[in-house]
């Protein structure tokens, strides 16, 4: 087999170089690419689980928020009932059907 000549070895040099350093490249680029998906996926400061913990404190606000104007209906209705004789007489005619001694109820029935 007759030797290469010179230029075509350079040639072929210079190609196996570049495809080389093609390959570090990619390689680097896979390793940072896999650093970033790392970075945002784990831990317990990962976006992923940041972002799941900022929603959570978003939906618990709120629940606070519902229950605190809860309180609010109720302490009102408490000191209503505490002051209010008639107030007390509405509730027992309409939720517990109470009437007074002698007293004849009609219900209407609504269809």
Do not use: C
């Amino acid at each position: 087999m007759a030797k290469k000549p010179r230029s075509v070895r350079k040639i072929t040099q210079v190609m196996q170089a570049i495809a080389r350093k093609k390959r570090i490249r990619h390689l680097g680029l896979l390793a940072i690419l896999i650093l970033v998906i790392l970075f945002f996926a784990s831990g317990s400061r990962g976006t992923f689980q940041l972002y799941k913990f900022t929603q959570q404190k978003s939906s618990l606000e709120n629940e606070i928020q519902d229950l605190e104007s809860e309180n609010v209906r109720l302490d009102k209705m408490k000191k209503r009932i505490e002051n209010d004789p008639d107030y007390i007489e509405k509730i027992a005619r309409e939720k517990y059907k109470m009437k007074k001694k002698g007293e004849e109820v009609y219900e209407i029935v609504e269809e």
